[in-house]
């Protein structure tokens, strides 16, 4: 289903868990959607425009579905920012179905997981920074924070201290020296607090987000754990040189780049004996991961064409590359855990997993134009401090605003919603 | 019997003087009309050119051929980098200045150029609106003229106020152009008020400066001038004083008799130079301001107390001026005081400085609504060039926010607007990291080239800097150290401007700093592109047009809040819209999308 062919047309859903229970809610959204539920329950055309409640009957054929209440909103004002009806009926299953159908009858269609949240994003109800604390407050995500989801606090407070600080150091290059205020050391006293804030910051979308999963694949004794305790700078895998010693996948969290990301060792895979069994299990769980690193010595072993067909990113890792030649193909990075050869290029492309692509690298980026900030300021370049500020302060607007690059972790963050939301 | 000439300036400050010699530069036939001779160039305020930002103003002006940096150059009594420690982008130049010498200076070179100044009072202009024909003056009747440039300062319609004194003229001393004023309101002109205002003036030898800090001139080897002008020898001291609790409360006692405090001023002020009695109100927890003690010249009799300008009474004056250290004994010479005056709305102003509403008249200086020396040079020097150019019936010259401080002035006023008198901040420039004090001769040279207002002596100075520019970056393409390219070695800011010319063989041949200049240029190369490549995409916005639709509430591609905006303010072009409050990026991208579906013209455009 591509949301994009029909980003406009009436949705409904049942917005309340299934089950049995005293009411459900029935969310219509989309322009016409009143006269719809107008038509449902009988009324006069036009009785559900504007901010409206009406009790009523919806009938079938003349047959008595339910009594209901319907609540309707005006467009501008109703939670996805469309015209929207929504109709609370008795929480019975077999009613719930029988009214969806109804609705479906007079033009609607069902919604997507995630479709209401999605059009309140896209018509400016929501900022991205609110998509995705509500997102992760349905996933329980929580950890303690209690994300209020309403004003995208902690954003709008980073944005408001680097604007804040931005001032400061247009102060200092403007009035300092002619009017002497201020002064060069509060303001590196204020950097260390911007950029306290920032990391915190960054952790904080990191837990919210999810984080970023990749798995090492490949055939047997290419070099995955190697490769993956190299990563993981520790020995978190078993390893040897005795061909499919890793069992099962072990798996480590990581900083790359600033993202939080889960790297996941896995058994090779000669397709046989009982490395076959993990290899399978492997599979299985690549359907939530951003992307596969696919190793093989010298780059010998093409990838298999299932995981070329469900990984959506792979890198390709031509292994031991201070033993064997290496494979020529520009597809392949050759990588040695031995003499570090391509490690820093290969967490560069971790870093790229569209995945990565997210909020928290996003976050990840404005830490990094704050540090080069204050590096400036330092090195005694306000002038182009200044400009990191600025670029942080965009970034933030973006993710408060409805900016196009936190659109990628809306999807992400819608892409774990139920339908109703 | 009355004469014609080409243009006519009127009024002898800092813009009025860059007009009319800009306008003579390109051959016209000039006449600047001020009430007094001998205070044409006068500072007014303090005796200073330059400051952040300001002294790159400078530079510009310099750079079209303006006589400011020369005049200042020659009349230095301390030279002072600011900002010396914050990065090469934000250096701001300012000289100390004998300010008679200055403004004698300036006479001097009026005459060379061959401007007449004629002694009077303009009394309003002759000619349908549409089409000026000249100047009404008191004494010697119509003066007609091609195009007139209005460079009034503060003596349009200005009123002079100091406790509950209040009398009419242009500055202490002077009159002020009140019939002027009467007519551009008879003209229908949006006129509107502000107010500035100047500290009181102290007998040197009533002080004494054992007590205070001195500030000592910083030997630099700096001229405002690319010509390479010759320095003033002389040198002079400068002083910090502070004030202190007894300072505030005695402006606190008097400032019930404030006249801006009491309502009878109406214009708004300056807000980065308020008066001594505005701090007070606004910090009240905050008795210490420092206060720059300047000589008005070599072995001038005169201070000028920098940081207390003061429309409070006389005595109140006294009063706070003997609490400053040192100042016990001291004698006022002469009265701080503010002044009220007319400017003429950003509305009624093209970029060119013409007035819209009619073909050649031209405004410059604070009668545009800015403040200071620096930004009036500047605009009037671009007010003389379009001046002239409509006389010899050419497109006006309009320069980019992108190339000038010049241009962000400009800019600034015409598409915001001025609530308060502007003042140039580096800041305001966003593309400030070209915008540089170093580098202004070669951002200038299209424009200046272009314009017709070089005179030959300074295109062969500024097209030799260029050429040597030219053979600098060809030696960073083309050097490398140590197996590093010399380009590399300029992003990372490692590129030892020394070595660059010896390695290449330039050592001699090419001024160091112009060497230093090119590097910055090349070090900020990333920055640069990326904010020029951000004004053209706004800029290519403009020239969109919103015209094709007949209700923005239809458009489901932008929010509703947003649409509702650009319903009610209905926005002529994409740019407008995006400057709309309320409107937001993506409904910027909303409506390019809701246009590309629309009309094709769109799509040929991108």
């Known amino acids: ?421 | 019997m009355s004469r014609c000439v080409d243009v006519i300036v009127v009024g002898g400050g800092h813009a009025g003087i860059e007009a009319a010699l800009a306008a003579s530069r390109m051959g016209m036939k000039t006449v600047m009309v001020t009430a007094r001779k001998e205070r044409i160039g006068e500072m007014s305020c303090n005796p200073a050119i330059g400051g952040i930002a300001k002294g790159t103003i400078v530079r510009e002006v310099d750079a079209l051929d303006g006589s400011m940096a020369v005049a200042a150059d020659e009349t230095s009594l301390q030279f002072r980098m600011l900002n010396r420690r914050k990065g090469p982008a934000v250096w701001g130049p300012r000289v100390q200045s004998d300010a008679m010498m200055y403004a004698r200076a300036q006479q001097r070179t009026l005459e060379a150029g061959a401007v007449e100044v004629i002694e009077d009072e303009v009394t309003g202009l002759i000619g349908r609106t549409e089409r000026i024909e000249g100047v009404q003056c008191r004494r010697n009747g119509p003066l007609k003229g091609r195009a007139v440039v209005l460079a009034t300062g503060t003596f349009l319609g200005g009123m002079l106020f100091r406790g509950e004194e209040t009398w009419r003229g242009g500055r202490t001393g002077d009159i002020s152009a009140d019939r002027l004023d009467e007519d551009l309101r008879r003209r229908m002109f949006h006129v509107e008020r502000f107010k500035t205002g100047t500290p009181p003036r102290i007998l040197r030898d009533s002080i004494d400066t054992g007590s205070m800090e001195e500030e000592t001139s910083e030997e630099i080897g700096f001229s405002f001038s690319y010509s390479g002008s010759r320095l003033s020898e002389l040198r002079e001291f400068f002083y910090t004083v502070h004030t202190n609790r007894d300072t505030a409360e005695a402006a606190k006692d008097f400032l019930h008799r404030s006249p801006l405090l009491a309502g009878r001023i109406e214009g708004k002020g300056p807000r980065y130079c308020p008066s001594f009695e505005d701090k007070v109100v606004k910090f009240p927890e905050r008795a210490e301001h420092r206060i720059y003690v300047e000589p008005m010249g070599y072995r001038s009799r005169l201070l000028y107390l920098n940081g207390l300008s003061s429309s409070l009474p006389r005595e109140a004056q006294y009063r706070m001026v003997r609490t400053l250290p040192g100042f016990h004994d001291a004698v006022i010479h002469r009265f701080g005081y503010a002044v009220e005056y007319s400017y003429i709305s950003h509305e009624e102003i093209a970029p060119t400085l013409r007035l819209r509403r009619t073909e050649n008249l031209f405004a410059a200086g604070q009668v545009c609504g800015t403040s200071g020396y620096e930004e009036a040079a500047g605009l009037g020097v671009l007010a003389g060039i379009n001046a002239a150019r409509q006389c010899l019936d050419r497109e006006g010259l309009v320069l980019s926010r992108m190339d000038s401080y010049i241009g962000v002035m400009v800019d600034d006023i015409i598409g915001r607007g001025v609530d308060e008198p502007y003042r140039m901040f580096s800041s305001r420039a966003e593309n400030r990291l070209y915008l540089r004090q170093d580098n202004a001769d070669r951002r200038m040279l299209p424009a200046a080239l272009g314009s017709g207002v070089l005179s030959e002596g300074k295109k062969k100075v500024l097209e030799g800097r260029t050429e040597a520019a030219g053979r600098i970056r060809t030696a960073i393409d083309e050097t490398s150290m140590d197996g590093v390219p010399a380009g590399i070695l300029c992003r990372r800011g490692e590129l030892n401007p020394l070595e660059l010319l010896s390695t290449s063989g330039l050592q001699g041949s090419v001024e160091l700093s112009l060497a230093e200049s090119v590097i910055l240029d090349e070090k900020y190369q990333g920055y640069i592109q990326r904010n020029l490549r951000k004004h053209r995409e706004r800029s290519s916005e403009s020239s969109v047009t919103l015209s094709s639709i007949d209700s923005f509430m239809d458009i489901e591609e932008i929010c509703w809040e947003a649409r509702e905006v650009l319903e009610r303010r209905r926005p002529e072009t994409l740019q407008q819209a995006r400057n709309l409050p309320g409107v937001r990026p993506t409904d910027i991208n909303g409506l390019i999308i809701h246009l590309g579906r629309k009309c094709s013209t769109w799509n040929n455009r991108t």
Not at chain 1, 22 to 28: D, Q
Request: hydrophobic residues 35%; aromatic residues 4%; negative net charge.
């Open chain 1, 1 to 421: 289903m591509d949301y994009h062919d029909d980003a406009k047309g009436i949705i409904c859903a049942v917005s309340t868990p299934e089950g049995r229970s005293a009411i459900a809610v029935i969310r219509v959204s989309g322009s016409g959607s009143a006269s719809v539920v107008e038509h449902l329950m009988g009324l006069e055309k036009g009785r559900l425009r504007g901010m409206r409640r009406k009790t009523g009957v919806i009938r079938r054929a003349g047959v008595e579905l339910d009594s209901v209440v319907a609540l309707g909103w005006p467009e501008g004002s109703s939670y996805t920012g469309e015209e929207m009806v929504e109709i609370m009926c008795h929480g019975i299953p077999e009613v719930t179905a029988d009214i969806l159908e109804c609705l479906m009858d007079a033009g609607a269609r069902k919604a997507v997981p995630g479709e209401f949240t999605r059009r309140a994003f896209m018509s400016g109800r929501m900022s991205a920074w609110q998509v995705m604390s509500l997102a992760s407050m349905w996933r329980g995500m929580d950890h303690g924070n209690r994300l209020s989801g309403e004003g995208g606090s902690e954003c709008s407070r980073l944005l408001r201290e680097t604007r804040r600080v931005r001032e400061l150091l247009e102060a200092d290059i403007e009035f300092q020296e002619e009017h002497g205020t201020g002064g060069s050391e509060d303001l590196l006293a204020e950097f260390g607090s911007l950029m306290e804030l920032t990391g915190e910051f960054r952790r904080k979308t990191s837990v919210m987000e999810g984080e970023c999963r990749v798995m090492l694949m490949g055939p047997v004794n290419s070099g995955k754990s190697t490769l993956f305790n190299r990563i993981a700078g520790g020995e978190a895998a078993l390893v040897s040189d005795e061909p499919g010693t890793t069992r099962d996948g072990a798996s480590v969290h990581v900083e790359i780049r600033g993202r939080r990301i889960l790297v996941c060792d896995t058994a090779g895979s000669d397709g046989t004996g009982i490395d076959r069994e993990a290899y399978r299990r492997a599979l299985g769980t690549m359907k939530g991961t951003d992307g596969v690193i696919w190793m093989s010595v010298g780059g010998t072993e093409k990838t298999p064409g299932e995981i070329e067909k469900t990984a959506g990113w792979i890198i390709r890792v031509s292994s031991k590359s201070d033993l064997v030649e290496k494979c020529t193909d520009k597809e392949w990075l050759g990588v040695s855990c031995v003499t570090g050869e391509g490690i820093d290029e290969l967490q560069e492309l971790v870093s790229q997993f569209p995945g990565s692509m997210s909020v928290t690298a996003l976050a990840d980026r404005i830490e990094n134009r704050v540090g080069a900030a204050r590096d400036s300021v330092i090195e005694g370049d306000f002038a182009v401090a200044s400009e990191n500020l600025a670029d942080a302060e965009n970034e933030l607007s973006d993710l408060l605003d409805r900016g196009s690059c936190a659109l990628i972790s809306v999807e992400r963050a819608l892409s774990g919603m139920c339908v109703g939301k």
